[in-house]
């Protein structure tokens, strides 16, 4: 079983920075891909990063220039660094992880989410 976990969200300042996890942990063969979304109340779902196995990242244009997805190959963990803050970024953020469990079996889950809330 594989079990992803992200952390790292919080309460900051227009302008501050976070930086955010995702872990997946467990029967892991190799590393697909990563999506980070974020969803505010009442507004619709956004893909804001992504990270495939090559290296290849994708933003949306809402974030890019200001949030970095980047992967520390050794620890299967996925960072997403948001710089330059701003209130609309506000959401709860949440990654979906594909794995390879063996050379065969691709797995695709979720893990439980963080809230970011940027003020002012």
């Known amino acids: 079983q594989v079990q992803v976990v992200e952390s790292g969200g919080g309460l900051v300042q227009a302008g501050g920075s976070l930086r955010l996890s995702c872990a997946a942990s467990?029967?892991?063969?190799?590393?697909?891909?990563l999506d980070w979304y974020r969803q505010a109340p009442g507004k619709q779902r956004e893909l804001a990063a992504t990270?495939?196995?090559?290296?290849?990242?994708t933003y949306a244009h809402s974030v890019k220039g200001r949030f970095t997805i980047s992967r520390d190959n050794a620890e299967n963990t996925v960072y997403l660094q948001m710089n330059s803050l701003k209130p609309e970024d506000t959401g709860f953020y949440h990654c979906?992880?594909?794995?390879?469990?063996?050379?065969?079996?691709?797995?695709?889950?979720w893990g439980q989410g963080t809230q970011v809330t940027v003020s002012s």
């Open positions: 979906n992880v594909e794995v390879r469990i063996d050379p065969e079996t691709t797995w695709n889950g």
């Open positions: 990270i495939t196995s090559d290296g290849t990242t």
């Open positions: 467990g029967k892991i063969f190799s590393f697909n891909s």
